[in-house]
Each structure stands twice: as C-alpha cells, then as structure tokens.
C-alpha cells in the first residue's frame, strides 16, 4: 500500500511538471503571436528614417522603440530596435550588411523571465495541492502537531438553554458554570470554586453536545469543539502535542470552553504492556492528566467532555480534582418529550388541532435525537401526500416508519402466508388487550416491514413506566408468546419461524428475572448477571458467579417462565376464539387495524382494573 501511494504522489508530481511546462510554452507562443510591436535590424530603422517613415520614436539607454508611417512585417507600425554604434553601422550599411543589435543580459530580465514564473508556480503547488493534502488530513510536519478544535465565537454558537428542552436537571447543573463565566469574582465570594472537568454522561443523542455548546452561548464565550479520536494519529507523539496546543489555544482565549465529544476514544482505561497505537493513546492521556493537573479553572476556561460509556473511563481521569462532576443526561420523560417536540415543530408548519401531548405519550424512550427525527420524518410525510401542513396522521406514519421499518410493498406474501401472519399478529394484540398493566394496541398491520418483519403489532406506553412487578413481566412474556400461541392453537400446532424476534425477546426478559431481579423463588433471592450501567442496554448473555448446577436452576426457572406464559396466552385465546377468527379476517381484508377499525382489541375491563 505504501508503494502504491509513492508511485500515486511520483505520478502527481511527473503530471504537475508536465502541465507547467506546456503552460508556459503556451504563454510564450500567445506572448509572440498577439505581440503587435515589430523587431526590426538598426539597418532598417536607418532605412525607414532616411525615408522619412518614422513619425516618432523613443530611444532608451540600449533600444529605440517607435511607430511606423508605413506598415511593417504582419502588418505592424510599432516597431523596436537595438541601439549600436553609429559610425560602424554606417560603414556596414554601406557594404549592404545588415546591421543587428545585441541585448545585454541584465540581472532584472533573468528574474522577469525564469525566476517570477518558476515562483508561480510553486504559489500554485503550494496553495492548490497542499490544500488538498490537508483536507484529505496530511498535512505538512510543522502542522501535525496543532489541534483540529473547531472554534465557535459567542456570534458563532447561536444556542442557548431555550433551545434545549427535556435535560433541566443537567440545564440547573450547568447554570453554576454560566454563572461563573459571567461573573467569576461573585461566585466565589464563599470559596467556592468551580470544578475543573464536568463530564456529561448519556445515552447517545440525549442531547450532550448541544447543552454544552448552550452553555458558550449563555454565558457569551469562545467555544473549542473537538472529539477524542482526532487527537490519536499514527504518528507517537502527535496527540500529547495537540493536547498541549488545544489548552494552550484556549488559555490564550480564556474565559472559553473546551468540550472533548467521546471523551472514551482518548480516556479508555490504560492496560499494561501496551504497544504501538495502544501506548501513542496512553501517552495522550498522560498529558491530558497533566493538563487537567495544572490546569487552573479561575484563568475563566472550563473544560466540559461527553461520553455514553463511563465504565471503561480511566479511574485517574475520574478522580476528584480532575473531573469533579458527572451530569447524568438521560432520555426525557413525558413532560420532556413534549418540551423538546415543542422547540422542534418551531421549524414546521403544523397544522393547528395537532395534539403534542398525545404525540409524546406515543413516543415514550425516545431521545431527543429521535424526537428530532420524528419531526423531519412528519415533515416529509406530508410533503410526500401534498398536504399543507404537518397533521397527526403524519406523526403516526413516521413513529411506524421508525419503530417497525419502511413498508416493502415489493415483497408479497401468498394467500396462506397472510392468514398465518394475520392470526400471529392478532393473537399479540388479543391476550395484550386481556392483561392488565400491558400498553394499548394502536395499530395492528399484515403489511412487511423492515429487514424481516412480515407484520407487526404496534403498542406505545400512554405513561412513563419507572418499575415493573413480576406479575407485569410475566404478562409481558404472555403478549410476546401470543402470536406462537395463536398459531398453536389455530393450526393444530403447526407453528412457523415467524416467532423467532418474539421468543428472542421473552427469553431476555425471563432471563433478567431469574439472573438480575431474583424474581424465581428456585433460584434464589441474588443476582448472577453481570453489571451494566442502565442506559447502555446492553443485552445480558452471560451468567456470572453461577455453579454448573445452579446454571442449570436457571435455565429450568427460565423455561418454566416461558411454558406457563404460552399457557396463559393460549388459554386467553381460547376463550376469545371468536375475536380471534373476526380480527383475523379483517386484518386479511384490510391490511391495517386500529383499535377504532376493531374495538375487540381496545383493553378490556379485567385488564383495565
């Protein structure tokens, strides 16, 4: 590879040189061709003169330049000639000799005529393919050293808290730190000093960027933006410079914020016996921790970063004295959702009953990101159906499109495939309407969806959940083994592959009931899975601290789990076998149901109490 980018770099050069020499020999051949000014021998210049030819002329220190009474060659009055001796050119011409004139060559035509275009040039290498190189992220060695922060002035950030919703904990938490690069000599009045590292922790897209870029804009101060991976290059050394130069650039600054994005590609926890690209990270980290050492936060810089993987941070980085506090970001609640939809649809035109509060019920464990998302996607939905404004059949086209898939109309199903489809999707939505506890159904459709999806079965939360009994989980588990059961029980056992997400998914939760809840009285009250942090949702495929028989205790809870929620779905449709077979038929007719097209599915009293 390094060969073929040495002969590539030689070819650029061969073809570089190439076209600089056909340009100047083009510059000259246009120089001579449109030049209107004649060369003539002294001889006849003298001849012309005699004649009474020349109207006027202008003589220098060694050439006479002048314009003809008579055309000359091409058709040329003006005309230039070299001054020689004049006696001598008389005796000359009297022997019919023509009589011709040498320049002399001066220090200032040599520099005219090689050295001006040969610096030309080279501005034009330097400037043309060395802008090149350095967008393609090589440039020069005087260069591989400096930081690549992005630097926003107070005019250049344009965000304030207004603009961000659904994170006030986080927003109350920052306000200190505005507070402080407002005013530094009030806020420590007390002793009070403000930490020297704030690291904001979160899932991705909670919104951690922009409350840090908020809070430049709220307190009018110059904000250096840069992520974790561009201070690591293959080049040892390279990355301790940049942090260097990153804290010098912003002390010269200073008051300022230095906001490191995915603190954990530079601050993963350092390992022993690293070699290469390992130890060119830990010798970055090294000089961040010696940066943040000497780093004196009442110079007016705050140095913010943002990470959704704390847990494999270095412990020295996270120690008091460096970053002092952790601001938790995390996904919005309800009232939060509406707040952030409130600040999204500012950029839309929304039709007027459009009801956001209901828009956020729907929309429960979205971030902001997603929230933002959402909004584009309405947006384009009914642009898609011509309409003038974004209504709420648009919001619940794009929360399908998010959550379940692109429709694939181009993949069609046959007569018997959608009747097995139709009964597996209506046996979730009949035993998720006869438990109690369980979310509404809103939408039950036949139509293929996503990568695998051959039907789908919608249910949003109409309220944030914080805690789930064991009776819920259970219930739970139930609604995703209703479409198995429902084709047990319709096709004498004849199940299909169509349930393989939904056992997938039941197998998960019954495991995290007997490894992490201690939810199975067999198995004990302590947990064997591993810790995770929560928003990481990490799935959990392993168990940890368990003996080979206890392992096999679990496995035997989990299985049970399994069997008795197949029973009790199996029995709920049983007793709804009516619904069962209607829904069925018109979900085939339809395609779509919702809860108005087929109440039998709206919760019913039992589930409601």
């Keep these: 590879m390094a060969k073929d980018s040495s002969s590539r770099k030689q070819n650029v050069v061969l073809w570089y040189l190439f076209i600089a020499g056909m340009t100047m020999l083009v510059v000259q051949w246009a120089m001579e061709k449109y030049n209107t000014v004649d060369t003539i021998p002294y001889s006849q210049f003298e001849q012309l003169v ?68 040969a610096a030309l040039f080279y501005l034009m290498w330097v400037f043309l393919f060395r802008g090149i190189a350095n967008r393609q992220g090589f440039g020069g060695l005087m260069s591989i050293g400096k930081s690549h922060a992005k630097v926003y002035v107070e005019t250049d950030t344009k965000v304030t808290f207004a603009d961000v919703a659904g994170v006030e904990e986080a927003k109350f938490e920052l306000q200190e730190v505005v507070s402080f690069l407002k005013d530094p000599q009030s806020f420590g009045r007390l002793g009070a000093r403000v930490p020297k590292g704030i690291l904001l922790v979160g899932p991705p897209g909670t919104g951690k960027t922009l409350l840090a870029r908020a809070v430049a804009g709220e ?77 004196d936060p009442s110079a007016g810089v705050i140095l913010l970063a943002a990470t959704n993987r704390p847990e494999i941070l270095d412990p020295a980085l996270m120690r008091a004295g460096r970053f002092d506090r952790q601001v938790l970001v995390d996904r919005p609640d309800h009232a939060g959702r509406l707040a952030i939809l409130r600040v999204h649809v500012r950029r ?108 789908y079965t919608m249910q949003r939360p109409t309220e944030d959940r914080f805690l789930l009994s064991t009776s819920e989980l259970k219930n739970r588990i139930a609604v995703l083994m209703g479409g198995r059961a429902a084709e047990q029980l319709i096709f004498d056992g004849d199940v299909s592959t169509g349930a393989a997400d939904d056992l997938q998914r039941a197998t998960e939760v019954a495991i995290e009931m007997v490894t992490k809840y201690g939810m199975d009285p067999g198995v004990g009250q302590r947990t064997y899975a591993p810790h995770t942090p929560g928003f990481l949702a990490m799935p959990q495929d392993q168990v940890a601290g368990a003996a080979e028989a206890t392992g096999r205790e679990i496995d035997l ?53």
């Design 219 to 295: 307190a009018g101060v110059a904000f250096f933006s840069i992520s974790g991976s561009e201070f690591v290059e293959m080049f040892v050394g390279v990355g301790a410079a940049r942090v260097r130069d990153l804290f010098e650039q912003a002390r010269a600054a200073a008051p300022c914020i230095i906001f490191i994005d995915e603190l954990d590609a530079l601050g993963r926890s350092r390992s022993a016996g690293g070699l290469g690209g390992v130890d060119e990270k830990e010798q970055t980290l090294n000089q961040l921790l010696a940066e943040l050492d000497g780093f």
């Design 348 to 455: 839309i035109t929304l039709e007027k009953d459009t009801d956001l509060d209901q828009i956020a019920g729907m929309t429960t464990g979205f971030t902001g990101a997603d929230l933002a998302n959402l909004i584009n996607e309405a947006a384009i939905a009914a642009t898609r159906r011509n309409a003038q404004a974004v209504g709420f059949t648009d919001f619940t086209v794009a929360i399908e499109r998010i959550v379940a898939g692109i429709e694939k109309k181009s993949r069609v199903l046959s007569k018997a495939e959608r009747r097995r489809v139709a009964y597996h999707e209506m046996g979730h939505a009949l035993v998720a309407a006869s438990l109690p506890g369980m979310d509404p159904v809103q939408k039950i459709s036949i139509i293929p969806r996503g990568v695998g999806a051959l039907g």
């Design 50 to 117: 005699a004649r009474g030819a020349v109207s006027e002329v202008t003589i220098g220190k060694d050439t006479i330049e002048g314009k003809s009474k008579e055309k000359l060659t091409a058709d040329k009055t003006d005309f230039i000639t070299l001054r020689v001796d004049e006696a001598l050119a008389e005796k000359l011409t009297a022997k019919g000799i023509v009589v011709n004139g040498s320049p002399s060559n001066s220090f200032f035509m040599t520099l005219l005529s090689w050295i001006i275009p």
């Design 557 to 609: 809870a989990v299985r049970a789990l399994l069997e008795a929620a197949t029973d009790a779905a199996r029995a709920i449709l049983q007793s709804r076998h009516a619904d069962l077979d209607a829904g069925a038929a018109l979900l085939i007719e339809r395609e779509s149901l919702t809860a108005e097209d087929f109440p039998a599915i709206r919760p019913t009293a039992a589930a409601a109490d």
